[in-house]
């Protein structure tokens, strides 16, 4: 992909200003480096009202974008994940940059599509996992940290959104994408278990991640919660990450202050030594990460649009978002491999 220059805003626009959609609209109308276009729905009304706000034009179509604009250079795809492959498919195929709302696709199959379409005309797909911009997690990187144990729990009350799909790729998916990113190695074997409540499919779901390096990720995810609880814990030899998503707080504990007392401690205790008067907190050291405040999507859409002129690398590119589809599908498949004891006992009557 060839490197453009910025000296001009970069034509840009939605399809589909639902409810994220709607908050790419008002990003880009309000980011200097972009020229919001159009926003495309089949809701006139709803395009309508966000073209009047943002003073762009309302189109009913990616084909009407393509006719009435075809100098767009970035588009945000935020319609339903059902409908990402026929409408990128379009833009794409023009070399349009693409940043596409997670999860990429519904299936690994209609991933790879998607990713070998983007691969064959050379055009960058972007994938929408904006937790990856949470300013907790981005401090993370800061953290020289080799993951081998990962605890995730993200639960929230029913919002009555997305149940036509399981909460593996409703919720779950945020945090797959998130510890694939920590880890870097590949799955090794997935054991799952979620039970449906309200409807066909998973509402609550666990999921035991073993990785080719030994790492382990232990992840939960559902949308029955009395309460939104988003929370992260890394563990290696070296140190422990907690962060705290929603309240956008973390913590390290790292021992590299105190290796030579460590050392000892250990060395005494080898020895059979009497240590229950150490205080732990002494050998490590213990920081607030710094985290510094940003709209997590505007921070996504300002890389994305940096991404699409070959000024900066995607954070979430096509592959990224290829592998969190392909790790959801290994999860709803453990899922459903698994079996329960009794169930029969337990039908009603």
């Given at each position: 992909m060839a490197e453009m220059s910025t000296d001009q805003p970069i034509?840009?626009?939605v399809v589909g200003v639902g409810r994220m959609g709607r908050h790419h609209a008002r990003?880009?109308?309000?980011?200097?480096?972009?020229?919001?276009?159009?926003?495309?729905?089949?809701?006139?009304?709803?395009?309508?009202?966000?073209a009047d706000q943002y003073a762009c034009e309302a189109l009913p179509s990616v084909d009407a974008l393509l006719e009435k604009f075809p100098q767009v250079k970035a588009v945000s795809v935020a319609v339903p994940t059902e409908h990402h492959e026929a409408v990128a498919?379009?833009?794409?195929?023009?070399g349009i940059a693409c940043l596409i709302e997670k999860p990429l696709a519904g299936s690994v199959e209609v991933a790879r599509r998607i990713v070998d379409l983007?691969?064959?005309?050379?055009?960058?797909?972007?994938v929408g996992h904006t937790e990856r911009f949470n300013p907790a997690v981005r401090a993370i990187h800061s953290i020289d940290i080799a993951p081998r144990f990962i605890e995730v729990d993200r639960v929230s009350p029913m919002t009555f959104r997305s149940l036509d799909v399981s909460v593996v790729f409703d919720i779950m998916i945020h945090d797959l994408d998130i510890v694939l990113m920590?880890?870097?190695?590949?799955?090794?074997?997935?054991?799952?278990?979620?039970?449906?409540?309200?409807?066909?499919?998973e509402d609550i779901a666990d999921a035991r991640i073993e990785f080719e390096n030994g790492c382990i990720a232990k992840i939960t995810a559902s949308r029955l919660a009395l309460k939104t609880e988003r929370k992260?814990?890394?563990?290696?030899?070296?140190?422990?990450?907690?962060?705290n998503y929603a309240a956008k707080t973390g913590i390290a504990i790292q021992r590299t202050g105190n290796v030579d007392q460590l050392m000892e401690i250990r060395e005494q205790l080898a020895a059979g030594a009497d240590l229950s008067d150490v205080n732990y907190m002494d050998l490590v050291d213990v920081k607030e990460l710094e985290i510094k405040e940003e709209e997590p999507l505007r921070a996504e859409l300002s890389n994305f649009l940096a991404a699409s002129t070959g000024q900066a690398q995607p954070e979430v590119d096509a592959a990224a978002g290829f592998a969190a589809v392909e790790a959801a599908e290994k999860v709803i498949a453990a899922i459903r491999a698994h079996?329960?004891?009794?169930?029969?006992?337990?039908k009603p009557v």
């Open positions: 034509p840009v626009a990003i880009y109308h309000e980011l200097p480096e972009a020229q919001l276009l159009a926003v495309v729905d089949a809701d006139e009304d709803r395009a309508g009202t966000l498919a379009p833009l794409l195929s023009r983007a691969h064959q005309h050379d055009t960058l797909v972007q920590l880890v870097k190695s590949p799955i090794k074997s997935v054991a799952a278990c979620g039970v449906a409540v309200l409807g066909d499919n992260l814990r890394v563990f290696s030899e070296t140190g422990y990450v907690s962060l079996r329960w004891a009794g169930l029969e006992s337990h």
